[in-house]
């Protein structure tokens, strides 16, 4: 079965630093998406991409952050200058399509703390 | 009121227990509702997709009240590997894109 995957499982970076989060999502899919969790805290939508643009962000997804497709199999998000409040799990997550019953399918996260 | 609220949890039940799970959301204008597992520090994984005619898959039966936007899970005769969170999300579908909106999740124990 297709999975969406994600490099690297763990990253421990120091404030201030730059990190780049990588996933492939599932080949056939169009709309891909990060959310993050806060250890103990539930999962919050950052970022919706498609077609090569940015469809929808959030409030947390500020001018720090960035997403970038380089090529036809990578998806990235971009930290530019980390806080300690960017400690989380961040999820990549693909879909088909996007009308109303389309589902989402989420990749093992990459935990990042940031010291 | 927040968008998606859930039963805090946890429940703790024997094997063999069924247990229902509950999740209201707030945007009557939501389209697509879901529920996800998610086991310690893991990803979400996709359970079932939630249907105004209700779904049933196996031991789990999902429904939806759209008139009081509520959404129900329910797991019959459970499984020690039942255990987990349950995360109720629903799709935000706005200007042709959609995100998903989660609740808090609700954590499940079977014990033997």
């Known amino acids: 079965e297709p999975e969406v995957t994600q490099t690297p499982s763990h990253q421990v970076t120091q404030m201030g630093q730059e990190v780049i989060l990588r996933c492939v999502p599932i080949s056939n899919h169009l709309y891909f998406y990060w959310y993050r969790q806060i250890l103990g805290q539930k999962v919050e939508f950052l970022v919706s991409?498609?077609?090569?643009?940015?469809?929808?962000k959030s409030e947390i997804f500020d001018d720090q952050f960035s997403v970038e497709r380089p090529d036809g199999s990578n998806f990235t998000l971009k930290i530019r200058s980390t806080k300690l409040e960017d400690s989380a799990m961040y999820f990549c997550a693909s879909s088909t399509r996007l009308a109303g019953s389309e589902t989402q399918y989420f990749g093992p996260g990459t935990r990042l703390l940031v010291l | 009121r927040k968008e998606v609220e859930q039963d805090p949890g946890p429940f703790n039940v024997p094997e063999g227990a069924t247990v229902a799970f509950n999740c209201t959301y707030s945007n009557s204008a939501s389209q697509s509702f879901f529920w996800y597992r998610q086991d310690c520090r893991k990803e979400p994984k996709l359970l079932m997709s939630v249907y105004s005619s209700g779904n049933e898959d196996g031991r789990f039966t999902a429904q939806l009240n759209r008139a009081s936007q509520y959404i129900s899970l329910l797991i019959r005769d459970s499984k020690l590997s039942d255990s987990a969170t349950y995360l109720c999300a629903v799709g935000a579908f706005s200007g042709g894109y959609n995100k998903l909106i989660f609740g808090a999740g609700t954590r499940l124990a079977v014990h033997p």
């Open positions: 991409f498609y077609n090569n643009e940015i469809s929808e």
